[in-house]
């Protein structure tokens, strides 16, 4: 990969042209980090494996170094993580929360320069940089109430002298394997929840963001030093398919939660599957926004513009199809494409710009490969389809109009900024066809008929995890359980009784009294 270099010495670039040299990225250093990062941390920083570049999207500039765990430091971080349990299970819930409410003002302390970093080296803007903090902020103080109200229910027994409850016990060791487009936010979720549960975790970010990645685990590492608790209950391995394939295999990880693609995903699933771990999986969404002849246009195309080229279209929730009843089709698309044009492009962490770079240059000629095929199947570009002239790997938002609802691009999610919009006619065919691609991630309809509302929730409605209406499909809240179905994978992080997948029930009879009644009124002369 002609990213990466097996050792410090050979063709790395000269410590001149790397951006956290330069006085404008002074900032850098106030997350702790340097030219060469370890890569590593379990108690201790280390980190002996492969030196990667973490590279800008903005202008293909490399930012700073990281060295990788090495399977050797895989190793011995397992075994520090499940040593640190033992120490972290046996505290209780609501101070495990107050550990969480300061990991939670900690990254309040630091929320602009750590959403300055996640624009350097993702490639989203500023805003939204801070925004994903604030959601691992918002997350802490979420899990801060929970730590005092997770439990299970006293059953009413049949037998006289019984009692019945329900125990929740942490799993373990979660690991926690997340993707480049929310190289904060997803973690957060996963630790924050799962920390008040009672498990350690186990961290490995994208191979692409490692520097995310090691300036989250410094601020959460010194929270648990400053309170004389070891380090690795929040441990992290940088790295790539190596140490993703190792935990999914590893029998000591009790909980493999996975952000990503399906395909991966699947792979992921099927690894941890066979030695009967739990997985939890948010993988691809294909996601669409559904407007009928009675909607509100001034609600639609502001949403469709944000939920489109928001993040450049590398979220999971983006809008990639857009289906008008016949009546509105083109009013709506005219006014789309207008508001497209006015969309302001420029570097991510300049406030005044809407929309930066995509994360890679492999996703620019993905972008161009997707248009061709449209092209192929009987679509017609409305606006953008081009590359931009201009350091980076931008490309311009793009919308395609006139495809079948079932042509093969329409069902294949590209991560890039590409809007199809479909035509349709009734309600039926708009919510069948909603529901005929593979995910089952997120979906919008705007309407003001409140029949059609509650069609769309029930149960021949929408057949995602997220439903909205009025709203579009993305911009969700922590405190609702995200994710979706099919194969987005069926898990569900953040909000509502997402606690429950990090922790395992147990159903607990006690006998109280002197004698021994069998349940179901069994006599056993």
Known sequence: HWRMSRSPKWNLPAMSTLLINQPKYAWLKELGLSEDNDGVYNGNWGGKGEVITSYCPANNEPIARVRQATMAEYEETVQKSRDAWKVWADIPAPKRGEIVRQIGDALRKKIKVLGSLVSLEMGKIYVEGVGEVQEYVDVCDYAVGLSRMIGGPVLPSERPGHALIEMWNPV?????????????????????????????????????????????????????????????????????????????????VDLVSFTGSTQVGKMVAMMVQERFGRNLLELGGNNAIIVFEDADLNLVVPSAVFASVG??????????????????????????????????????????????????????????????????????????????????????PTIITGLAHDAPIVHTETFVPILYVLKFQTEEEAFAWNNEVKQGLSSSIFTKDMGRVFRWLGPKGS?????????????????GAFGGEKHTGGGRESGSDSWKQYMRRSTCTINYSKDLPLAQGIKFE
């Open 172 to 252: 373990g060791l979660v690991g926690i394997i997340t993707a480049f487009n929310f190289p904060v936010a997803v973690y957060g979720w996963n630790n924050a929840i799962a920390l008040i549960c009672g498990n350690v975790c186990l961290w490995k970010g994208a191979p692409t963001t490692p520097l995310t990645s090691v300036a989250v685990t410094k601020i959460v590492a010194e929270v648990l030093e400053q309170n004389n608790l070891p380090g690795a209950i929040c441990s992290m391995t940088c790295g790539g398919a190596d140490i993703g394939t190792a935990m999914s295999k590893d029998e000591r």
């Open 311 to 396: 993040t450049a279209g590398q979220r999971c929730t983006t809008t990639r199809r857009l289906m008008l009843h016949g009546s509105i089709h083109d009013v709506v698309v005219e006014r789309v494409a207008k508001a497209y044009k006015q969309v302001r492009i420029g570097d991510p962490w300049d406030p005044s710009t809407m929309y930066g770079p995509l994360h890679t240059k492999q996703a620019v000629d993905q972008y161009l490969a997707a248009i061709e095929q449209a092209k192929q199947q009987g679509g017609t570009v409305v606006c953008g389809g081009k590359v931009m002239e201009r350091p980076g790997n931008y490309v311009e």
């Open 463 to 479: 057949d995602c995890g997220i439903v909205n209406v009025n709203i579009p499909t993305s911009g969700a809240e922590i405190g």
